[in-house]
């Protein structure tokens, strides 16, 4: 089982990026190859010792003196435990007093989820196989399938206007019927679609949505929502972990809200927006009742769009991409995120934990603390 589909009480913190503040004092460090070649001398001169005393009690006729010298003497592997616990505790000591610091990766999860669908005509196009459609509904349900049980999901679909095909839930049925249920229609707001998953996931976020959208402030806004709208402070970029939108497209922006000024509103409110742009790179012609038009991905407004919320950008040229960028995504979100920290009282703690089990080891083994 790994770390990401262990439950989130269970999981473990772990360390990468490991750097010293004092990187100079790891040259106290050198002084562990002495204190071994000092144990191994020591050690040496103490068997010779052993066996002189065998033999002088073995000439004498002292027979279990002898059998205990020997036993001291002999090569046992058990009398080394204790000295390699304390030498493997000094070492971790020496390492704390260098003050290390690690990025430190906490156990968490993202509690609530907004797929984004893009369900413009041009995800007609066959050039990710069966067709863009066909291949984002699969990909999407493969999502849902890989996410803990209690993680909401919601569905918003994007044409030429936004609107919500599935409230948050943790129904899985009701999710996969929702993407089943999607019908193609004209243009694409991407822009209306993370303006109206932000609403969903954040009904008290401060936005006035009809004002983003139209331009022109709702009547229809409580006491509550016009206070919240007020009292709104911007908190930094990508530090919501409770909450995430997933943004597939086949194409680019071209009514409704601006993309970048949507993408503003999300990285305001700390949500990431990971962008998912389908189809290849050369783009493919799609004709529609005798119309021909050329489909090409918006890239780089993609691109932008995850580097302001402090998300991630993927690209799927297939089908068996995007069922892949779909799962690697399931995972990053069940991920914990990073903070740098300083980890010298747990490798102090760790190094005084070693050198107690020496002590214990050997005062219940050979009746001596080393």
Avoid: C
């Amino acid at each position: 089982m790994s770390f990401l589909s262990l439950p989130s009480f269970l999981r473990l913190p772990h360390f990468r990026d490991l750097v010293f503040i004092w990187p100079w004092l790891l040259l106290l460090l050198l002084l562990v190859p002495v204190l071994v070649w000092a144990y191994l001398h020591i050690d040496a001169k103490q068997r010779t010792t052993a066996l002189r005393y065998a033999r002088l009690a073995a000439a004498t006729g002292s027979a279990p003196a002898s059998a205990s010298a020997l036993a001291t003497a002999s090569n046992s592997a058990a009398r080394h435990v204790p000295a390699i616990l304390l030498l493997a505790g000094i070492t971790i000591l020496l390492v704390a007093v260098a003050r290390p610091q690690a990025m430190v990766v906490l156990p968490s999860r993202t509690d609530a989820i907004i797929l984004a669908l893009d369900v413009s005509g041009s995800m007609r196009a066959t050039d990710v196989k069966p067709d863009r459609m066909t291949a984002a509904q699969n990909a999407a349900k493969t999502f849902i399938e890989d996410q803990p049980g209690q993680v909401k999901i919601g569905v918003v679909t994007m044409a030429a206007t936004a609107a919500v095909a599935q409230t948050p839930t943790i129904k899985r049925d009701d999710l996969i019927g929702a993407i089943d249920r999607v019908k193609l229609q004209n243009g694409t707001a991407l822009g209306g679609g993370i303006v109206i998953a932000l609403d969903t996931l954040l009904p008290d976020a401060g936005i006035d949505v009809d004002k983003v959208i139209s331009g022109r402030s709702s009547f229809m806004l409580s006491p509550e929502q016009r206070a919240a709208i007020e009292k709104f402070k911007p908190v930094p970029p990508g530090s919501n972990s409770s909450a995430a939108i997933v943004l597939l497209t086949d194409g680019e922006s071209n009514t409704g809200p601006e993309l970048l000024v949507a993408a503003k509103l999300a990285a305001e409110r700390g949500v990431r927006v990971y962008t998912v742009g389908v189809g290849t790179k050369q783009g493919a012609t799609l004709s529609v009742d005798g119309w021909s038009m050329r489909v090409r991905l918006d890239e780089e407004a993609l691109k932008k769009v995850a580097e302001m919320t402090r998300a991630e950008y993927f690209r799927a040229a297939n089908a068996a991409d995007l069922k892949k960028i779909y799962k690697q995504l399931a995972a990053r979100m069940t991920a914990g995120r990073g903070r740098t920290m300083e980890i010298t009282a747990l490798l102090a703690a760790l190094g005084v934990v070693l050198a107690l089990m020496a002590a214990g080891y050997s005062m219940l083994r050979f009746n001596r603390i080393l």
